[in-house]
Structure formats: structure tokens, C-alpha cells
């Protein structure tokens, strides 16, 4: 591991990295031409992943204009973990969730982000989507890896 930490490194890490390929694999490659339980499981599983840490390099990176500039703790990646999990049981499982879904995919399924959504309808339920939920400790797991306590000086 480097001394020297920077501003969303951890985004280069192989977890990072193999969970943005399967989620482009599979939204562009997978769902439009083999839709099904695979594919959707697939998009849970690497999202249990990204989310978190992509959410971890947002906040990160914001918290770059504010003093005294801290880098996230592994914390940050609990609380990001621990919110994504919540959501994906929110939205999967509950009428709620299922309507709050619609109301904030449908517009970006007919506009400019087309590309990026997967439909208005809603998020289909699945029991076996809270498979997803085992894969919560390599987000906390990559926290730990890239922001323990090793240095304090973080680089912009």
C-alpha cells in the first residue's frame, strides 16, 4: 500500500474496476440481448459494489472545497454500504420504494439518459436479489484497504 493517498483512489482498485465492467457489460451487452434473471441478479451484484464506493469518491471529492479537506474514513464507506443496502430493499421490496422508482426512472428513461436506465416500469423483485447484499463487506473491505489511518497529508 502507497503512503501517499489521493482523492479517489481507491476507484482504481480491482473491486471498483470489475463492478463498472459488469455493470456496462451488462446494461449494454446482456439485459437487450439476454433479459432475464441473470442479467438482473448481475446488475445487483455489481451495483452492491459500485454504488458505494462510486458514492464514497463523490462525497470525497466535494468534501475537497470544504476545510480542512478531509479524505473519507472507512466509515464513510459504511454509511454508503449500509444506505445503498437499505435502497435496494427499499425499492425492490416495497410498494413505497416501487413507486418512488417509477416516479424518478421514468423521466430519465424517455430522455437523455436513456442509454443508462432500464426502464420506467420498475424495479422487478426478486428474492434472489438480496443475494446482492452478501457483497456488502468488499465496499467496507476496500474503505479499510485504501483509507486506515496510514498517512495525514492527502494530496488534491
Known sequence: MRNQRTRGDFLLSPAFLVS?????????VLKPSYPGALSGILSDLAGM??????????AEFIAA??????????????ISTATIGFLLVFVKFTDVGQASYRVL?????????SSFTVGGGGAVAD????????????????????????SVTPHA
Open 49 to 58: 459494489v459500485f454504488f458505494p464506493i462510486f458514492f464514497v469518491a463523490v
Open 20 to 28: 463498472l465492467l459488469l455493470l456496462l457489460l451488462n446494461d449494454f
Open 65 to 78: 472545497v470544504v476545510p480542512p479537506r478531509p479524505l473519507a474514513s472507512p466509515a464513510w464507506f459504511g
Open 105 to 113: 426512472v421514468a423521466p430519465l428513461a424517455n430522455g437523455p439518459l
Open 127 to 150: 428474492p434472489w436479489d438480496l443475494l446482492a447484499l452478501l457483497l456488502s463487506p468488499i465496499p467496507i473491505w476496500i474503505g479499510y484497504r485504501y483509507r486506515a489511518k496510514r
